[in-house]
């Protein structure tokens, strides 16, 4: 069974890094597209970052663009989230996806996804 493990969440002041892990098990997802997004309490989930089968091509959200930097290690089977000069407004669960489609670009809505973890709480304390 196909599941998504993210870990690397935690309590961080605002400036600070964080480096969130997805580990995929039960399948290789190393020809679907990957994408990370959040959720903070009383608002909708939303796209953060995206990067495609090989790596190839990112795809980043305006609010965390040169800030975040989205990889993936397809022989480790995990997507990386590394989050620099973190703000308070970061705070959120994140969630790893997979694009349920083979060898596509990354896109940034949440429709396009299959797979989801369980989330990791972010929170960035002012």
């Known amino acids: 069974q196909e599941q998504l493990v993210e870990s690397g969440g935690g309590l961080v002041q605002a400036g600070g890094s964080l480096r969130l892990s997805c580990a995929a098990s039960?399948?290789?997802?190393?020809?679907?597209?990957m994408g990370w997004f959040r959720q903070a309490p009383g608002k909708e989930r939303e796209f953060v970052a995206a990067?495609?089968?090989?790596?190839?091509?990112?795809l980043y959200a305006d609010s965390v663009k040169g800030r975040f930097t989205i990889s993936r290690d397809n022989v480790e089977r995990t997507v990386y989230l590394q989050m620099n000069s973190l703000k308070p407004e970061d705070t959120a669960v994140y969630y790893c996806?997979?694009?349920?489609?083979?060898?596509?670009?990354?896109?940034?809505?949440?429709?396009?996804?299959?797979?989801w973890g369980q989330g990791t709480q972010v929170t960035v304390s002012s």
């Open positions: 990067i495609s089968w090989n790596a190839g091509r990112t």
């Open positions: 996806a997979v694009d349920g489609r083979p060898y596509t670009s990354p896109v940034g809505h949440a429709e396009s996804y299959t797979y």
């Open positions: 039960g399948r290789s997802f190393s020809t679907n597209a």
